[in-house]
């Protein structure tokens, strides 16, 4: 069982950024086997995925909403997303999710695992 356990959330004035982490809550848990995505939940909307980043970095992809503003990358033990030019829109709770399967896919369907979710605002 693999437990996710996001960090680097917070409040953002709108054009600021943040960086995004998601590790193993087990320190040292590598993540390599998995696919990883990371999806945002506003109040009162469905979860939308946000980014998604493939095993071996070879595949990522992005929201049309947040193309050019935000980063995903990873290592063994961590998966990160870069968050610039932030809008009052990108609020809401951040989850990271993983697929032992490995694809890849803004569909939150196929990830097994997820987080707990951290806290991001953008506002003035």
């Known amino acids: 069982q693999l437990q996710l356990v996001e960090s680097g959330g917070g409040l953002v004035q709108p054009g600021g950024s943040l960086r995004l982490s998601c590790a193993a809550s087990?320190?040292?848990?590598?993540?390599?086997?998995?696919?990883m995505a990371w999806f945002r939940q506003a109040p009162g909307k469905e979860r939308e995925g946000v980014s998604c980043?493939?095993?071996?970095?070879?595949t990522i992809r992005y929201a049309e909403s947040v193309k050019g503003r935000f980063t995903i990358s990873r290592d063994p033990f961590t998966v990160y997303l870069e968050m610039n030019s932030l809008k009052p829109e990108d609020s809401g709770i951040y989850f990271c999710?993983?697929?032992?399967?490995?694809?890849?896919?803004?569909?939150?369907?196929?990830?097994?695992?997820w987080g707990q979710g951290a806290q991001v605002t953008v506002s003035s």
């Open positions: 087990v320190p040292g848990r590598s993540l390599d086997s998995y696919s």
């Open positions: 999710a993983a697929d032992p399967q490995g694809l890849v896919a803004l569909d939150p369907f196929p990830y097994d695992y």
């Open positions: 980043i493939s095993r071996t970095q070879y």
